[in-house]
């Protein structure tokens, strides 16, 4: 069996047993970089020395957990080759190389948010981008979820909306009263023809990277050097929602994640001021001093 056409059966075997396309299209491109260094050779002409060789050229140019994902994408393949051909697997004796120290996320600060919801004009549009921006820092919502969002998943006097994001999920965000006032302002000029809340030219649905293209033209008009784009607003609400006292059960519900483990990957990292900080305000030392004056 050659090495591309295992790629390829091994991509489609994939995908039949529900990988999403993000995913298949993640191991295509990191198994066709290990395809590009190895050359077209059979399966069992392939060494673990090869492999080896692989991963010290990713270490040389890319990052340590760019190294990871690389790795674990030849794992996967490998153990899939060697149940479906019957070969040794050269992986076997390669270790995951030590998995990179967790960061925060690039997040959207307060400050940037203030400054880009007072570059919208009372233009039309920029009543749009209003209503959109504080949508999306409300909500903690996917570019995805924003775009796709149509009038019938709007309970605006509820304070909700049902998205779908990541393909087909759908959820239900939550978003307060500053939010919906602003969305009534853009509901009472929209076109009502159109098939989503926020559209863009001719009312056409907006696209993720249209919406991240604006956030660009508006980030250039305020001025602004942080990140101010879709991902950073969503990953902003979670950072200020652990950082006031929110916990990561409910947290990770609000955001859609699939498992408590991904939101604390993510946002379950403190600096010893920000422990202490939270030391403070919920210790039950507090309840006990206001109690007894037992000192």
């Known amino acids: 069996m050659q090495l591309y056409q295992a790629i390829e059966e091994f991509l489609l075997a994939s995908g039949a047993d529900g990988l999403k396309e993000k995913t298949l299209i ?74 990179p120290k967790p960061q925060l996320p690039k997040a959207a600060s307060i400050d940037d948010v203030i400054k880009l919801l007072a570059s919208c004009d ?13 949508f999306m820092v409300d909500t903690g919502c996917r570019a995805a979820g924003v775009c796709g969002l149509t009038m019938a998943a709007l ?9 779908i994001e990541k393909g087909d ?9 500053t939010t919906a006032h602003l969305l009534r302002k853009w509901l009472a000029i929209r076109n009502a023809e159109a098939a989503t809340v926020f559209y863009g030219k001719g009312s056409e649905p907006l696209h993720p990277n249209g919406l991240y293209q604006r956030m660009m033209t508006l980030k250039a008009r305020a001025g602004i050097t942080g990140r101010v784009n ?4 969503r990953h902003g609400f979670a950072i200020a929602y652990i950082t006031s006292g929110g916990d990561l059960i409910t947290l990770s519900k609000i955001l ?10 993510f946002y379950g990292i403190f600096t010893p001021n920000q422990l202490g900080d939270f030391h403070d305000r919920f210790t039950p030392m507090l309840e006990i001093n206001r109690k007894s004056k037992w000192y």
């Not at 233009?123 to 921006?133: E, F, H, P, V, Y």
């Not at 879709?230 to 607003?233: I, N, W």
């Open 155 to 163: 309970q605006i006097e509820q304070g909700r909306a049902i998205v």
């Open 230 to 233: 879709p991902h950073a607003f």
């Open 169 to 177: 999920k759908q959820r239900v965000v939550m978003f307060t009263e």
């Open 256 to 265: 859609g994640h699939e498992s408590v483990d991904v939101t604390a990957a």
């Open 122 to 134: 009372d233009s039309r549009l920029g009543i749009r981008d209003k209503a959109m921006i504080a």
């Open 26 to 99: 993640w191991y295509k491109s990191l198994l066709t970089t290990f395809y590009h260094r190895i050359g077209e050779r059979t399966l069992e002409s392939i060494t673990a020395n090869d492999v080896r060789l692989h991963i010290v050229h990713l270490r040389e140019k890319y990052s340590a957990h760019s190294v990871h994902g690389h790795v674990r994408a030849l794992h996967r393949f490998w153990r899939w080759c060697a149940n479906e051909y019957e070969i040794a697997n050269p992986m076997r004796n390669i270790r995951y190389p030590k998995q």
